[in-house]
T-cell receptor, first 114, second 109 residues
Framework: SQTIHQWPATLVQPVGSPLSLECTVEGTSNPNLYWYRQAAGRGLQLLFYSVGIGQISSEVPQNLSASRPQDRQFILSSKKLLLSDSGFYLC?????????????FGQGTRLTVV | GQNIDQPTEMTATEGAIVQINCTYQTSGFNGLFWYQQHAGEAPTFLSYNVLDGLEEKGRFSSFLSRSKGYSYLLLKELQMKDSASYLCAVMDSNYQLIWGAGTKLIIKP
């Protein structure tokens, strides 16, 4: 069966510090991978998605970047965090770029920038 | 633009029935998804509709009318553990998921 791992679960970082959140998927090949951010009481904002190694699409220009160094690994990074980067970050995967398949989510990372 | 509307919050009583509505305007349509999200946790998949009509899964049912751009999630025999946010998401013509803001459901004893 497929599983998705995302870590860490919680993170408190000072303003101006770097960020690296990692997500890995097991049990499937060539998944579509996604990074979302969810503000308190709000919906999911798509940040980045990837349909293959090295292929990254950015939905919202901001202080973050993403990379996919391996087929089942997706990394969200920042060189210098801002207070506005605080939020709940979710990694997700689904199969089939051009198919209607459900997305499966990692446990999420609660990031607080102080 | 693309838009999905859901009520912000609903309250219901344990054992009762509640209907959570979702209306959408998207660039194309390739299916509608409902997710449940408990506070502080990740969303989990509940249901998928791509054709008009009702899909039933135990205590949960989901309905779709494509001509009206409308869906609802029906929860029966409510339990305290059903207290959560319910997210509606539509897959558009590019097979991207467009998310509603979610409906926070509060269950009272």
């Amino acid at each position: 069966s497929q599983t998705i791992h995302q870590w860490p679960a919680t993170l408190v970082q000072p303003v101006g510090s770097p960020l690296s959140l990692e997500c890995t998927v097991e049990g499937t090949s060539n998944p579509n991978l996604y990074w979302y951010r969810q503000a308190a009481g709000r919906g999911l904002q798509l940040l980045f998605y990837s349909v293959g190694i090295g292929q990254i699409s950015s939905e919202v220009p901001q202080n973050l970047s993403a990379s996919r160094p391996q087929d089942r690994q997706f990394i969200l990074s920042s060189k210098k965090l801002l207070l506005s980067d605080s939020g709940f970050y979710l990694c997700a995967w689904r199969l089939g770029e051009w198919e209607s398949t459900e997305a499966f989510f990692g446990q999420g990372t609660r990031l607080t920038v102080v | 633009g693309q838009n999905i509307d859901q009520p912000t919050e609903m309250t219901a009583t344990e054992g009762a029935i509640v209907q959570i509505n979702c209306t959408y305007q998207t660039s194309g349509f390739n299916g509608l998804f409902w997710y449940q999200q408990h506070a502080g946790e990740a969303p989990t998949f509940l249901s998928y509709n791509v054709l008009d009509g009702l899909e039933e899964k135990g205590r949960f049912s989901s309905f779709l009318s494509r001509s009206k751009g409308y869906s609802y999630l029906l929860l029966k025999e409510l339990q305290m553990k059903d207290s959560a946010s319910y997210l509606c998401a539509v897959m558009d013509s590019n097979y991207q998921l467009i998310w509603g803001a979610g409906t926070k459901l509060i269950i009272k004893p």
